[in-house]
């Protein structure tokens, strides 16, 4: 992909800024066209807007446009979903859990939703999913990072299509490893909420498997949305260590780099952000070369090269005028399993528009291609996906624009705890059972 990142954040927020917004493409409906009627859940405003929910609705919308003219590659050119048209109710995430939980119960009670596709936020999945449950509606989580989901619950119609944030963490200590870093001290930089520290708790445990005799430095927990971080940037760059850790995500990480740029903080210590690639479009060439970038899967510059990832990136690109990373890629392996579920419990139930048991039935267990790579629904009783995951390091072209190089895909079996297994108990015990070949 030769293209450079580029901002377009005026474009990416057109046209997706109301409350509520139904999408159908295709052919009129009709009395005797059925259509599949999706509730999308994600932030169209806030802090997660610009980073992960606009840009995941705008991968959603672009698929699903594709999806009903029939315009997808092999194995998804079939017209909608088994010939149904899809159309979308899209709701704005911010408000909250309890707001979201209540805006959940109307897209089902009122909108009649055939499924639901939604959610960032950590605290809005854990307080949906026993809803859906109690309301018997399937229901994909495709984002939300927190393993707690189905490491301490069982669910029958929840699903999350992405795996969730312990690989993040595990990916990042294996990726030092195998770039050679010489670790012996190391620092972390991380929001003071559930999902900072869980990154934070996981990236130590990995680090004390891949470099044991490693130390760390100073532990920071800066308040969500704190914006500024003079005081944490002293005190890293006072209390220096070979790798600096953060899980910063949106509008505070893109602060976190802006400040420590101009104090020399990525010179003097290897900085390794986690979640992070979402930064590349907006800060351009102001990123810093040789930081080392995550995205919770293989995406962007990480995926691995497919029929259906260059088409993914084309028509994204196309219509939007900037490079996809990690929140459209999710959204579309999300619509893309549904899709599949939804074609698998046709064929098994003579063709009918299937009902949330039979779509349920269909999604577990299942695997599919994405344009990061394959699912596979294993963990959780077979409704937590796991998926490979890719690294790399921000280096400049020949033209002088900012990408990524070094790149190192693992694979899901080497990065994502066993079936059954919580993941801070799989990096204690030493990563048992990895499959890293």
Known sequence: MSKTPKSRTARLLAGVMSAAIVVGWGAPSTAQEETFKIGVVTFLSGQA????????????????????????????ATKGFGGMTIEAVVLDEAGGATTQVQEY????????????????????????????????????LYDCGTPRIFEENDYDYVFRTAANATMDNVGLALYLKALGEE?????????????GQDSWADFKAAMGQVYPDATVTAELFPAFGAGQYGTEISA?????????????????????????????????SQAVLSASD????????????????????AYGYMAPESELDTWWKDIYETKYDVFPVQAPYRMAQAILGLKAAVEKAMAENGGKKPNSDELAAAMKGLSW??????????????????QQIGFGRTV??????????????FPARCVNAPEDVKGLDWINGGFEGAQCD
Not at 244 to 261: F, N, R, T
Not at 278 to 297: F, K
């Open 49 to 76: 807007a610009q980073s992960f929910g606009v840009p995941a609705w705008n991968g959603g919308q672009v698929l699903i446009e594709k999806l009903n003219a029939g315009e997808a590659p092999a194995p998804y």
């Open 105 to 140: 119960r109307n897209l089902v009670q009122r909108e009649k939703v055939d499924a639901v596709v939604g959610y960032v936020g950590s605290g809005d999945c854990l307080a949906v999913a026993p809803v859906a449950d109690e309301l018997k509606q399937f229901t994909i």
């Open 183 to 195: 670790v012996s001290t190391y620092s972390g930089i991380n929001q003071d909420y559930a999902f």
């Open 236 to 268: 890293l760059m006072q209390k220096r260590a070979d790798v600096v850790h953060s899980s910063l995500w949106g509008g505070d990480l893109q602060a976190l780099i802006l400040q420590a740029l101009p104090r020399g903080l990525f010179q003097r």
């Open 278 to 297: 979402h930064v590349l479009p907006p800060l351009g060439n102001t990123m810093p070369e040789g930081v080392i970038i995550g995205a919770r899967g």
């Open 369 to 386: 291609e994405t344009p990061g790579g394959l699912i596979e629904m294993t963990n959780g009783n077979g409704h937590q996906a796991i």
């Open 396 to 409: 400049k072209n020949d033209a002088g624009d900012i990408i990524l190089g070094d790149v190192i895909r």
